[in-house]
């Protein structure tokens, strides 16, 4: 479903406007987080949600964003070039730390227009990185929403509370 910002960039906007596509990747266990800008060749500083400022160096990257933006089952799948060699240091080290080993990367994803570098048209934020796959060319992230709708009752359905049950065996 289009946004009043996709609105306003596609069909008011001026024609010579480019919108950046950016991503973050973080993890606690390393040593710095990956920024990356997808279509500015030097690079840019931003303004985030927060108010902070932050450096995104350009990469060849792809983006592929999921189906549906506007549902908890959003996923962006990020194909990344040859980072060289301190993401699969930090992949490691991301491995080897047992007190964060069950804490996934974080993909941040954004959007700014290159006229207002202050406030981002677009933002996905917190999406898990569900998988990992390296190649020769460099990596491919699939990155998924939480899983937050996982109900539960916290009720034990055994044999001798609900006999009934047999049946479905």
């Known amino acids: 479903m289009p946004t009043q910002a996709d609105y306003d960039y596609f069909l008011q906007g001026d ?12 993890h606690p266990s390393w040593t710095n987080d990956y920024r990356y800008v997808q279509n500015c060749v030097d690079g840019v500083t931003v303004t985030h949600e927060d108010g902070n400022q932050a450096d995104y160096t350009y990469s060849p990257i792809t983006i592929k964003k999921g189906k549906a933006d506007d549902d908890l089952d959003q996923s962006i799948t990020i194909g990344v070039a040859d980072l060289g060699e301190l993401l699969p240091f930090d992949i490691d080290r991301l491995r080897a730390d047992t007190a964060n080993a069950n804490i996934k990367p974080i993909l941040n994803y954004r959007e700014y227009l290159m006229s207002d570098l202050t406030k981002p048209i ?17 990596s491919v992230f699939v990155c998924k929403a939480k899983e937050m709708n996982l109900t539960k009752t916290g009720i034990a359905y055994t044999l001798d509370k609900f006999p009934l049950l047999r049946g479905f065996l």
């Not at 024609?15 to 973080?26: A, F, G, S």
């Not at 917190?126 to 460099?138: M, R």
Request: net charge negative; glycine share 6%.
């Open 15 to 26: 024609p010579d406007e480019v919108r950046l596509q950016l991503i973050e990747v973080t």
């Open 122 to 138: 677009v933002s996905v934020i917190g999406l898990e990185v569900s998988d990992w796959q390296p190649n020769k060319e460099g």
